[in-house]
């Protein structure tokens, strides 16, 4: 057997409100030319980069937290303003996050953070923005199975969207977007409205037992994470893709469908 690759450092938010019937989450429509979860509805993140581990300084609600967790803080909050235009952040000295006013001056940076042409630090200083870290919560810890070719070790965190800041995709890594339930979201990957992926999936689902947004965030916070490592299983009636039944998942199996001849 090849050797597995090393998993790129990912993390991604689960952005939340209160809507009409209940809990909603913004999910995006990935690009079909995009090398991973092509044309998947899947919420907002990405790998992080290099510069996110450079902004301690600019963070509330970091405590003690080490310099991985960090920055798996910043890549979320910095994937969440590139990919869907909300962006968790206070002015220095503000205990308010950004208004939506203020978001509008700042639109400008998402294309150029997302191309790497300005870092998160410089993006920090410059309009003098703290992340505000302390508005995460930690839901979900998947690394992608060692047999696959690319691999990512994703942090997945739970934040209420400010209700000012307009959610919208960024046309280029997703083409499409929307505020949906996670029952909707069951129900359209099981009619083939959407395509969801197996992690994305049981995500959805734990996130769909709670009602609210206030029942979702006090669940993850009483909640033990345990990092997620999915293997294959063959049984007799085909290949498995499985996690542990001691996650807190309720599928712990899906029946791996055969490519398309």
């Known amino acids: 057997m ?9 993390a991604t938010i689960l952005m939340l409100r209160d809507g009409p ?7 995006v429509v990935r690009h079909h030319q995009i090398d991973f979860a092509s044309g998947a509805l899947v919420f907002p993140g990405g790998k992080v980069d290099a510069g996110d581990y450079d902004v301690r300084n600019y963070c509330d609600g970091i405590d003690s937290a080490d310099d991985t967790a960090v920055a798996m803080m910043a890549g979320a909050i910095r994937e969440a303003f590139e990919e869907c235009g ?4 206070r002015e220095k000295g503000s205990d308010a996050l950004v208004s939506g006013e203020r978001l509008s001056t700042l639109e400008r940076y998402r294309d150029p953070l997302n191309r790497s042409e300005v870092s998160l630090i410089e993006f920090l200083e ?11 919560q930690l839901f979900a810890h998947w690394i992608t199975p060692e047999m696959l070719p690319k691999r990512f070790d994703t942090h997945f965190y739970l934040a209420v969207a400010p209700s000012d800041h307009l ?5 280029h890594e997703s083409v499409d977007s929307v505020w949906i339930s996670p029952d909707n979201a069951i129900k359209g990957n099981a009619d083939g409205t ?20 206030a029942d979702a965030m006090r669940a993850a916070t009483g909640r033990n994470i345990v990092t997620i490592l999915p293997w294959t299983e063959h049984r007799d ?14 599928t712990t199996a899906e029946k791996m469908q055969r490519p398309p001849a």
């Not at 019937?21 to 999910?27: A, P, R, S, V």
């Not at 410059?126 to 995460?136: F, G, H, N, P, R």
């Open 2 to 10: 090849p050797e597995a690759s090393t998993p790129f450092p990912s």
């Open 21 to 27: 019937t209940g809990l909603e989450t913004f999910m």
């Open 86 to 89: 909300i962006l968790l952040a």
């Open 126 to 136: 410059k309009e003098q923005l703290v992340l505000a870290c302390d508005t995460l």
């Open 167 to 171: 959610a919208i995709h960024d046309g």
């Open 194 to 213: 959407y395509t969801i992926i197996f992690p994305t999936r049981v995500n959805v689902e734990m996130l769909g037992e709670s009602s609210n947004v």
């Open 237 to 250: 009636d085909g290949n498995y893709i499985c996690i542990p039944e001691d996650a807190g998942y309720v």
